[in-house]
């Protein structure tokens, strides 16, 4: 019986890492000098806690608008570097980041991680990213993108702090990390219902977030994302205190939609046509 019940949980854990629960690399699959772009090795601390991170800073045209990429629940930043040279070659500057678990610094997979989905430690780590692309491209707008993990992450910096970014754009959400461990079935497994409720705070949750935001949402649908489903990311974003714009992608998945034929065309577009209509940022204050 004991035998047994290990086996479950064996199989429930794997079944977590294809299922949402974040996988950090610790090796880069790719170096930014191989991208054919030019770049910059950073360092800036995280919101919170000031824990050291570093990111790689693309610079795009003169006073490009800054898109700051959130990373997925897996791999490194290194795993972005493609798209990161379309958003480049489309006439915006890129800075991509590593959470504090993932890339050479972190400790890589370890059972703590293995079924978590969420934590609001990545989310002050992104808010240092965001003051620190905001401190400095002064002047500049700054937009958020954000896939998987990405996503809720991008939405809580959003709405904890709205002079950090000027619009956000993210793929398939749930709507809180307790009831997405209990729709890929790992909520069975002890300690990950009380690992959750002490790694996420509920106000950074998507169905907290997604109501305050105060800046242009863009949700891009999938309409073949098992992992988070379209109908409840469709739910999620039919209210905001601002604008919310959706995009339909019928063929795609849960990963790869930025494969999608005009996929970043129609990105670069929504976030150039912000920039021409929003007012120009503010200043943070030191």
């Known amino acids: 019986m004991i035998r047994r019940l290990g086996l479950v949980l064996a199989a429930l854990t ?35 806690d000031s824990v050291g ?38 006439g915006f500057t890129v800075f991509t980041f590593d959470y504090r678990d993932f890339g050479p ?16 430690r990545w989310v002050f780590d992104a808010q240092g990213a965001f003051a620190f692309a905001r ?16 996503g809720p992450v991008a939405l809580a910096v959003g709405a904890r702090d709205a002079r950090l970014v000027d619009a956000i754009a993210v793929e398939g959400l749930f709507r809180t990390a307790i009831e997405q461990v209990e729709f890929n079935g790992t909520a069975q497994i002890p300690g990950v219902l009380p690992q959750h409720r002490l ?41 905001s205190l601002s604008r919310i714009d959706r995009w339909v992608i019928p063929t795609a998945g849960h990963t790869g939609a930025e494969l999608t034929p005009g996929y970043f065309d129609r990105l670069a577009g929504w976030y150039k046509g912000l920039a021409s209509q929003l007012p120009k940022p503010a200043r943070l204050a030191p």
Do not use: Y
């Open 199 to 239: 790694q996420v705070d509920t106000r950074d949750e998507p169905v907290a977030t997604v109501p305050l935001l105060h800046v242009p949402l863009l949700a891009i649908i999938a309409m073949k994302d098992v992992v988070t489903p379209p109908e409840i990311t469709k739910k999620l974003v039919t209210q």
């Open 105 to 120: 610094g972190g400790p890589g997979e370890t059972d703590s991680l293995r079924t978590l989905v969420f934590a609001t």
């Open 14 to 48: 794997m079944f977590a890492s294809a299922a949402c629960a974040v996988v950090p690399g610790q090796k880069h699959a790719l170096e930014p000098s191989r991208s054919g772009l030019p770049f910059e090795t950073v360092a800036f601390r995280s919101a919170a």
């Open 135 to 150: 401190s400095r491209a002064a002047g500049r707008h700054v937009f958020a993108w954000g896939q998987d993990l990405g």
């Open 53 to 90: 991170l570093s990111g790689w800073w693309f610079e795009g045209p003169a006073n490009s608008p800054v898109i700051v990429f959130c990373s997925r629940g897996t791999g490194t930043m290194a795993d972005l570097l493609p798209s990161v040279r379309e958003m480049v070659r489309r």
